[in-house]
Structure formats: C-alpha cells, structure tokens
C-alpha cells in the first residue's frame, strides 16, 4: 500500500524567502503525485499534480515540485513566499486507476513572517 | 458552476443523535468521496462511490453510513453520534477514480459531539 511522509507539521518562514515543503511517498508501483493547499476554513484546492512526462511540475501561485523517483519524493517549494502562501498544505499519493484512494499526509502548517 | 457543496456548515450535535451531512456536486463527476480532517492527521477516507447506487468503504466507516441515489447527491449518515467523531467532513468528487484524476472538495462541515 502506499503512503506519504511530510517532514515539519509546522514551517515558518519570512516573507520573500523560499519555500520547500517536504514530502515522501511510499509506493510500489508509479505513482500519480498531488499537492492541495487548505486555506482558513475552506476545503482543499489542488496546487499542482504529477503524473507522466515532466518531472518538474509548475503549479498555482508560483509553487513548483518535482518528483524525483530515486528519492521518492515531491518536494514543494516557491522562491519568494508571500503573506498570502500562509495555509495548509498537503502531499498526496495515488496509484493505478479504477477506485485506489487518494493516501494523505498529516500535512505542513506554512506560516509566513512579515 | 457551485462545484462541491456541503450542509451544514457547522453543527452541534449531543451523544447519541443522529444526523445527515449534506453533499451536491453539480460537475456531473461519477465518483465522490467523504473524508475526516482531525488536526495532525491529515484526511482520512470514510466512504466513496463510483456512481448512483454503488458505494464502499474507505479507512475509517465505523460509525457512518452513506448512500447514492443519484449522481449529485452523495449524504453521510451518522447514526449515533460519538465524541470520537468530533471532526471536520469533506465531501470530494472527480470524474474518475484513482490514477491522476483531481479531486474537488467542498467548504467542509465542522462537527462538534458533546
């Protein structure tokens, strides 16, 4: 079964700085990888999504990740944070197609510092 | 185009009661999905359904039920009402299953057990 590590429940950065938000995932088999951001009580928005060719992936907002298979990771980032990245963000992991779930992580709280 | 749509948005309920959130997506999408949000622990998937009249369980169904009647509509049934189940509902839907498809999610429905 696969799953999805993300390092730091809480990044703090200022602002103008870079973002990298860290995720893992666990899989056997290729995955199909995403990245949602949760504002302040709202529901998920997808930010970017990999799943064939491109290995750097450019999403909303200015974020980016790129999935690097020999470290089985998608790591988010974005050069310049801004007051307004401050949100929830969540790596997730699926497989194959049909009804294999969408696997979370716990996620990465992005607080960003005027 | 309202996308994803949840009721209510906020709710108290006592020990052992009962009650239905609501879930409408006006996308057309075949699969919909309901997850718990707990702090920390990112989204957990509770039911899911490929079409009108085709429902499964996800990780964590205990305490729930659904059903889906048509393909808009896809309510989550609590029938007695637990602590435990204090949490945040997110009812998603995508065109799809699994693979690289995007799930869109609705606004929420925070619930509170006392």
């Known amino acids: 079964a696969q799953s999805v590590t993300q390092l730091g429940s809480h990044v703090s950065v200022s602002e103008g700085a870079l973002v990298l938000l860290r995720c893992n995932y666990s899989?056997?088999?290729?995955?199909?990888l995403f990245w949602y951001v949760q504002y302040p009580n709202q529901g998920l928005q997808l930010l970017l999504k990999?799943?064939?060719?491109?290995?750097l992936v450019k999403g909303i907002n200015g974020f980016e990740a790129e999935f690097k298979k020999s470290e089985t990771s998608f790591h988010l980032t974005k050069p310049s944070a801004h007051m307004s990245d401050a949100a929830e963000y969540f790596c997730?992991?699926?497989?194959?197609?049909?009804?294999?779930?969408?696997?979370f992580g716990k996620g990465t709280r992005l607080s960003v510092i005027a | 185009n309202a996308g994803v749509t949840q009721t209510p948005k906020f709710r108290i309920l006592k020990i052992g009661q009962s009650m239905t959130l609501q879930c409408t997506q006006d996308m057309n999408h075949n699969y919909m999905y309901w997850y718990r949000q707990d702090p920390g622990m990112g989204l957990k998937l509770i039911y899911y359904?490929?079409?009108?009249?085709?429902?499964d369980k996800g990780e964590v169904p205990n305490g729930y039920n659904v059903s889906r009647s048509t393909t808009e509509d896809f309510p989550l049934r609590l029938e007695l009402a637990a602590p435990s189940q204090t949490s945040v509902y997110f009812c998603?839907?995508?065109?799809?299953?699994?693979?690289?498809?995007?799930?869109?999610f609705g606004p929420g429905t925070r619930l509170l057990v006392l």
């Open positions: 997730a992991v699926s497989v194959g197609s049909g009804n294999t779930p969408l696997v």
């Open positions: 899989s056997s088999v290729p995955p199909y």
């Open positions: 990999y799943t064939t060719g491109a290995t």
């Open positions: 998603a839907s995508s065109s799809q299953g699994g693979g690289g498809e995007t799930q869109y």
């Open positions: 359904s490929v079409g009108a009249g085709i429902t």
